[in-house]
């Protein structure tokens, strides 16, 4: 029909009036969704080019904005960012929780009957009951220093720096006369009560720093793998920075996690802990330094990365040895020793799914939103972690106790 305007320039021309006049902010809603759509493998920039089993749902040099916020929206990379960034909340509150409870070596639960006890035995007249029964321990070999020390420290509630506390438990329950020794209403003993009241006020808690750092080494690890996983997709730049980060934040983990076993397994023993932890900690740096060096993120090296990783790893297994000669008697020894080959497989099982690329290598297409090989190593790096956390509170009781 003449005059009439043929079918596609029509649609070109509302196409047109899309992006002019009042349709304006429609067209460019529709262009921001097409593009910051996600892409396919093939699409992506080479530094981008990771995981050739993982075949959709990418992200791809997204302006920053949208980089953040896709942290709540569905991609390949959602559960990577999550796994890793729910741990660090975990690790947090398991820090605080640390801060606020494990430091307390004192017996809370007897305490509550401290002032009825202050009430029938003044600490004056117990020191001068446990002075006169020191004479009967002549083979107390730290005899005179304890004498020296209960003149100045007991009268004064002040810290005992010199016996552990089941021996310090073990010399009170002895030298408290007898007439302590009754029973009221309760069924308590006011001599042991007394005595595990007494003892802990005069024990000096063991340092917790080893402890705090392996914590601090979690969360870093933890927080740096979740930015990393969210933000690499923005830039070359950016992602470059990121997985330094990441490397380091793994290699943090893995050298702080020697740091309670190897401080609290040989405290007593300078030299074999300086040198342990001296080892583990130049392993970490040199670590740190190679992974500068750009060939170290390529794909071909995954298999390195992880190897190397895992040797870090591997050489905790000296000093669990060691420890295991010198404390075999120690039930604490075996205890731990437990948690750590417990968290050596599950770190080993993780770089394992890790460099082979498992199960999406069987079925690639299949696990890209869910259940790749990363997510199964975030999942197991917690995991781990968790482990060696109870692992720590183990040693922290054990040497609280006991001491050297």
């Not at 942290?71 to 999550?82: C, D, G, K, Q, R």
């Not at 890793?84 to 004192?106: D, E, N, R, S």
């Not at 297409?365 to 090989?373: E, L, P, T, V, Y």
Request: charged share 15%; proline share 6%.
């Amino acid at each position: 029909m003449e005059g009439a305007e043929p079918p596609f320039v029509g649609a070109y021309s509302d196409q047109f009036e899309s992006f002019s006049g009042g349709k304006e902010g429609k067209g460019r809603r529709l262009w921001k969704r097409v593009k910051y759509q996600l892409v396919e493998y093939h699409s992506l920039p080479v530094y981008l080019k990771d995981n050739e089993y993982i075949l959709r749902y990418y992200r791809a040099e997204w302006p920053l904005k949208q980089t953040l916020l896709s942290i709540f929206t569905i991609h390949n990379e959602t559960l990577n960012v999550w796994t890793h960034l729910i741990g660090f909340f975990l690790f947090l509150a398991l820090t605080i929780y640390t801060a606020m409870k494990v430091p307390q070596v004192v017996d809370l639960q007897s305490l509550q009957h401290l002032p009825d006890a202050l009430k029938k035995a003044h600490l004056q007249k117990i020191q001068s009951e446990i002075m006169a029964c020191l004479p009967s321990l002549p083979h107390l070999p730290d005899l005179q220093r304890l004498k020296d020390e209960l003149k100045t420290s007991l009268a004064s509630m002040d810290m005992f720096p010199s016996l552990p506390r089941l021996h310090l438990l073990e010399l009170l329950s002895n030298c408290l006369p007898q007439r302590f020794s009754h029973t009221n209403q309760t069924n308590w003993s006011f001599k042991d009560d007394m005595a595990n009241m007494i003892a802990p006020l005069l024990v000096r808690p063991i340092p917790r720093w080893p402890f705090f750092a392996f914590l601090g080494g979690a969360m870093f690890c933890l927080l740096a793998s979740s930015a990393c996983h969210l933000l690499s997709c923005h830039s070359r730049r950016v992602a470059y920075i990121m997985l330094r980060l990441d490397y380091a934040g793994i290699a943090a983990l893995i050298t702080t996690s020697f740091y309670p076993m190897v401080y609290y397994s040989f405290m007593c023993n300078p030299f074999f802990c300086n040198l342990y932890l001296g080892f583990i900690t130049v392993l970490g740096v040199a670590t740190i330094c190679g992974s500068l060096f750009e060939v170290f993120q390529s794909p071909e090296f995954r298999v390195i990365r992880a190897s190397l990783f895992f040797g870090m790893g591997i050489s905790g297994v000296v000093p669990v040895l060691h420890k295991l000669a010198v404390f075999w008697n120690q039930p604490e020894a075996i205890h731990t020793t437990g948690y750590e080959v417990l968290m050596g497989l599950s770190y080993g099982l993780g770089a394992l799914v890790y460099a082979t690329r498992i199960p999406e290598r069987w079925m690639p297409g299949k696990f890209d939103i869910a259940g790749h090989s990363h997510q199964l190593f975030h999942v197991l790096v917690v995991a781990g972690a968790y482990i060696h956390y109870q692992a720590g509170l183990v040693y922290l009781k054990w040497r609280d106790m006991e001491g050297c």
